[in-house]
T-cell receptor, first 113, second 112 residues
Framework: NAGVTQTPKFQVLKTGQSMTLQCAQDMNHEYMSWYRQDPGMGLRLIHYSVGAGITDQGEVPNGYNVSRSTTEDFPLRLLSAAPSQTSVYFC????????????FGQGTRLTVV | DAKTTQPPSMDCAEGRAANLPCNHSTISGNEYVYWYRQIHSQGPQYIIHGLKNNETNEMASLIITEDRKSSTLILPHATLRDTAVYYCIVCPGSAGANNLFFGTGTRLTVIP
């Protein structure tokens, strides 16, 4: 049981480049979400999903796209990277329903130059 | 919107109990109090949660006041590995991994 797996762990992009951050979970969780964490700050929600085929925007969605074609995977796409997107990105998952806890991946540290 | 208020930092001697306070005066009836921690730059780790009763697990105890406007996370015997940022989060019980507002948390430093 690997939990929540994020790849890559580190990435450097040039301004304007696009890329996809991968997130996979093997716990059959319905809920998945992406957060970003800037230095000295708490995590902020980018996008989330309540099940395959269903996604919605969080607090800071601009510049990011997501899709959820399977229960296991929830990739985050940066369309045209900007220096303001330099951050650490965390993926999380949980069961749906009441009274559940979130499981987080180990993060992807992204630098946009 | 900040739903919780936590002190920015605290120190605790190794082996002593660490008591981390959290104010959540606007909590509504269907909202739970969750605690997560983040060690160094790792992904946040779930600790404990509760609705209105005190809760205990192998990691910690959670004490919620009767009016539910504040709570305290207790690490009974703090170790150096408990040095981390602790986040108190108020959210509906159905939130799961979604719509968690982390704030800036309390940085706990356990001192040898």
């Amino acid at each position: 049981n690997a939990g929540v797996t994020q790849t890559p762990k580190f990435q450097v992009l040039k301004t304007g480049q696009s890329m996809t951050l991968q997130c996979a979970q093997d716990m059959n969780h319905e809920y998945m979400s992406w957060y970003r964490q800037d230095p000295g700050m708490g995590l902020r929600l980018i996008h989330y999903s309540v099940g395959a085929g269903i996604t919605d925007q969080g607090e800071v969605p601009n510049g990011y796209n997501v899709s959820r074609s399977t229960t296991e995977d929830f990739p985050l796409r940066l369309l045209s990277a900007a220096p303001s997107q330099t951050s650490v990105y965390f993926c999380a998952s949980s069961y749906s329903g009441w009274n559940t806890e979130a499981f987080f991946g180990q993060g992807t540290r992204l630098t946009v130059v | 919107d900040a739903k919780t208020t936590q002190p920015p930092s605290m120190d605790c001697a190794e082996g002593r109990a660490a008591n981390l306070p959290c104010n959540h005066s606007t909590i509504s009836g269907n909202e739970y109090v969750y605690w997560y921690r983040q060690i160094h730059s790792q992904g946040p780790q779930y600790i404990i949660h509760g609705l209105k009763n005190n809760e205990t697990n192998e990691m910690a105890s959670l004490i919620i006041t009767e009016d539910r406007k504040s709570s305290t996370l207790i690490l009974p015997h703090a170790t150096l590995r408990d040095t981390a940022v602790y986040y108190c989060i108020v959210c509906p019980g159905s939130a799961g991994a979604n719509n968690l507002f982390f704030g800036t948390g309390t940085r706990l430093t356990v001192i040898p």
